[in-house]
């Protein structure tokens, strides 16, 4: 964990890039240039598709379809129609095999699945970072009902986690739908912390997060807060989530980079945090969007690109019948 977080940093320092303020420029010859070319600063063209962006879709597909009847049996059944099996990973993996080996003998699509859903988060992975990466769209689309929010992300959740996988996607939707109409930041936090136990390791998680506020260079000590723990987990990566998001709630460039440099799952972070500034009702700086060119790739069943505008339109559409 420590290593990697480390690694990262050494590769920033020679990129002259620390502290991150911009997409992640690229030195060539590294693993960097092999893996990521073109989601690295003067490469990008298009969002590149990810598992996160993914997952975004799909909710809002469903959405669409179902809108508050909404089921996990519908999550499930949109996975099995839409996610390619090598972009799940993690829990996710671990539940679509579930259903794979179920899905022959009990699952039929516009039916009820005949077996227990709960079979699918029965796995070691059940508490890891995947559902709160699902969580997004949920909260954009319940501004103001952060209980509403809350409600959908959990049945997403639930196809693949248990505990404190479930409680991090129900705070992320819950303080998404809340930011809108807060008094403030740290009031939209409150009310996301009413949807989760108070007694969770999430909201602990959320508790270090807070503690760290204000201190730009607070990712090493969380990281040591949370030593040993896998860097996928939900809950070091939920209080990165926090601390970036309190620590410049003016300044999107410095939310995103600090969160990203910090490292965990660092793709997964700046876009959970970006989403989340961006719902204050603030501009989101220009040089973030336009390397895009209105672009959003995704690997879905039928589907390989999408159009931003449209996306915003449609998901402005499903908050409105909600």
């Keep these: 964990m420590v290593q990697g977080a480390d690694a990262l940093q050494d590769y920033l320092r020679k990129a002259d890039a620390l502290p991150l303020r911009d997409y992640v420029p690229l030195i060539e010859g590294t693993l960097v240039e092999r893996l990521g070319r073109a989601c690295c600063r003067g ?15 799909i909710a809002l597909l469903l959405l669409e379809e179902h ?34 080996d179920r899905a022959h003998e009990h699952f039929s699509f516009g039916v009820e699945p005949g077996f227990d859903l709960a079979e699918c988060s029965d796995s070691e992975y059940s508490d890891w970072i995947g559902a709160q990466i699902r969580a997004d769209l949920y909260g954009w689309v319940c501004p103001g ?13 639930a196809l693949s986690h248990r505990g404190e996988g479930v409680y991090g996607a129900v705070f992320v939707a819950a303080l998404g739908a809340a ?3 807060a008094t403030s930041l740290e009031a939209a936090v409150d009310e ?25 260079g607070a990712g090493a000590a969380i990281r040591a807060h949370f030593d040993g723990m896998s860097p996928v987990h939900t809950l070091n990566n939920l ?9 410049h709630p003016e300044d ?19 876009a959970t945090v970006g989403g989340l500034w961006g719902l204050q ?16 790739g995704v690997s879905l069943a039928g589907i390989g690109e999408m159009d931003l505008d449209a996306l915003v339109d449609r998901t402005v559409a499903v908050a409105e019948r909600l």
């Design 252 to 270: 999107f460039g410095a939310t995103i980079g600090d969160v990203v440099a910090a490292g965990f799952d660092t793709d997964c972070n700046g």
């Design 281 to 296: 009702g603030k501009s989101i700086p220009t040089a973030w969007t336009l390397p895009w060119r209105g672009r959003v």
């Design 179 to 181: 930011l809108p109409e």
């Design 67 to 100: 809108g508050l009847d909404l089921s996990t049996a519908d999550v499930a059944r949109a996975w099995l129609q839409r996610l390619p099996a090598g972009a799940v990973f993690t829990a996710e993996r671990a539940a679509y095999k579930t259903l794979l």
């Design 43 to 57: 490469n990008l063209v298009r969002a590149e598709p990810d598992d996160d962006i993914n997952y975004t879709v």
């Design 145 to 157: 009902r952060p209980e509403l929010a809350a409600d959908l992300a959990r049945r997403d959740a």
């Design 239 to 247: 209080a990165l989530v926090v601390w970036a998001l309190l620590t």
């Design 192 to 216: 996301a912390l009413g949807q989760i136990p108070l007694d969770s390791g999430a909201a602990d998680a959320v508790r270090v997060g807070r503690g760290h506020a204000g201190d730009g």
